[in-house]
């Protein structure tokens, strides 16, 4: 014990004296050395990076190129079976130049009009593609649309190219630069200032598409879908936030409620957007607004509605039965009439159910509404009625050429029918056709496949899954 | 003596900084949260399915407030000592095994699991992505970040898959700084199945911003449609 004093009071006297040189070189060569292969590390993951970043930059040159390459190619072969594999190629290379480019650190308004215009040109390529597979001619509007898009494709083509020029010519793309000031480059650019050359910014490329024309045609990532007005509210009379507040409390149910508050309403200004009205409901029995809804301002429309109260766990659950049956009196108090449940998924205790109207027995699947039902009770606690109110009308549907008999010869002789039914569904384009609906198995799935009640033409399947919680669509 | 004491002082101080700069690299390295044990001060719907099941037993009367207080405490200490777990009045994995509450992370896979069945499988990822960008906002605007992802992923100008839309270079703070890896709460699974639903409390927008950080001039070019907790959102 007293040898250890001892010791301990040498090392205090020495380290006061400073003739501890030996430990303080030790440990201060420790933490050099552990801060350089810190730093060491660094440098290899950042250089790893660059090599990620570089890698997508040519992999998009390259695939823009052959966009280019087959605008060009297709142009000439002009019979459709000739056609579709250009446009399959096309779909392809178009993809994947839009995913490598998203893949890099370009800021979001330095490449999003670029980004856009590969979307598209992917997009309206896999509908050309279609058409041409069903040996359908592709019309005058067709190719000068196709004109139109290699025109830009081109110019694409040249800008990424000078890029690349320049990256071959030894120069670096400043990816550190690009992610940091790619925004103050293309700020200084429009205050009018020119920003500094940045070797690899796009934001040159992407004002070559500054007068993009507007593209329509039939696919997911037309210009039509962001411009479509919603049936069941343009035009209507505008009401106002007062009367929405009533709105809200007939939809709820007055004895729900303490107060309804209006916090938001959008700017009738903007374009393609449904102008609503925005409420913030305190439920009774609550301290704080658990319950947020939207109104339509034209024609007071309930969009959609989440009741987030926190809700004690319980063991005891409603059967989906009696869920269903709760959001079917909900939906008819409120007047949708004819609504039909279709799929449904349960999780955690709560169950949402699809509904869609009947028009002459024809399920009309586009007019979509949405209710979410808390199992517990059998509360409504969630409303959506987006579809219902963007598409729902009174259709003129057309007339069905192929009789259920037909339609079946249309299947694949292994697939074991259950039932049937006729609807109208909306393909990714919002097209709307008239089909047989068969739902029936195959091996051990289910499916639901779509034929063309006019054409005949399969124009969709889709595996239903069956499990304890959930009867999807997939 | 006096030119020693200073250089003693002076290799303190390399040392400092060298030992603070090692530490500041360490510590800026992204590390998942794991919440797996639930004591004082513990809040949230766990808290309350333990208050139930200790209240269901007997081991505790007041009610479940999803708050882990003393009561809370004492109650979990009673029921180890009767279990035979070690009485420390915290709640890790074993203790909620024995009360037949799964933990957070079991209660995310098990609440993901239908939706997983059904083909959502982005659910988890959308909700990781939920969680790091709003934790703290209201529901409302948990559903809302969930929303704006759905929306993007429909939008020419984005990638067109969730995965593309939430790990886009630059698109999200939370991706950059690495808070995407945090284990999503309930709340936020909650919020991603809604979204995924179709949900959608901002009417379609494809920007969101907090108008009090947000640092762009660009940003301020959008529209703003909605004002949801702290972000504005907007489409363009």
Redesign the interface.
Known sequence: MKKKDNQLLRWKTRLS??HMYSV?VT??AI??G??MY?YKQ?LNYKQFLQNQFQEAFYETATYVNNVDNNLAKVRLARKPPQCAPYFAELWKQASSA??NL????????AV??T??FL??VS?YSYAMMHKSVEGKELTDKDWEKLDQIRNYARKLSFELNKVREEVDDGNRIAWGQI?KEG?KA??KAKEGTEGRHIVGSLTEVNKQFQDYPVLLYDG??SDHIERMEPRMVRGKERITKEQGAEIVKNFLGNDQIQTVRLV?Q??TK?R???P?Y?YEILLANQKEPTL?I?ITQEGGLP??M?N?T?R??TDKEISLEDARKKAEDFLARNKYPDMKPSYY????GVA?INFAPEQNNVIMYPDLI?VKVAMDQGEII?F?A??YIMMHHKRNLPQIKLTEAEARQELSPNFTITKVNKAVIPLESKREVLCYEFKGRHEDSEFIIYINAESGKQEKILQL?T?K??V?T? | MKH??L??IL?SV??IV??G??GF?HSITPRAIEVSTYTWGSKG?TV??IQ?KLKQWGYMEES?D?TYGYKTWDAVKKFQRKNNLKADGVAGTKTLEKLGIQATKAAAEQ?Q???A???NKDVRLLAAAIHGEGRGEI??GQ?AIGAVVMNRT?H?????TIA?VVY????FDAVKDGQINLEPGESSL?AA??AM?????T??AIYYWNPVTAK???IWSV?I???IGKHVFG?K
């Open positions: 004296r400073g303080v440990i201060l933490t050099l552990f801060g810190q660094k839009q995913e998203g893949r890099m650190p370009y800021n979001h308004s999003s009009k980004l856009k979307s598209q997009d992610e925004e293309l700020e997911p990532f938001g959008t700017d903007q393609h957007i449904i609503v925005t947020a939207d969009i959609w989440l987030y926190t004690p766990s998924e349960k999780v955690d949402v949405k969630g959506e987006r579809g899954i499990t919680n959930a999807l997939q | 020693r004491r250089s003693i290799t390399i040392m060298a030992v700069f090692a690299v719907e309350r399915k139930q479940a999803g609440g699991g239908g939706a069945k059904a083909g529901y409302l559903v429909r020419p100008s984005f990638p067109n593309g886009q270079p630059g698109a909650k199945r809604d639903n179709g949900w959608d409390p009417d379609g762009s001039k660009w529209p449609s909605k004002k489409k």
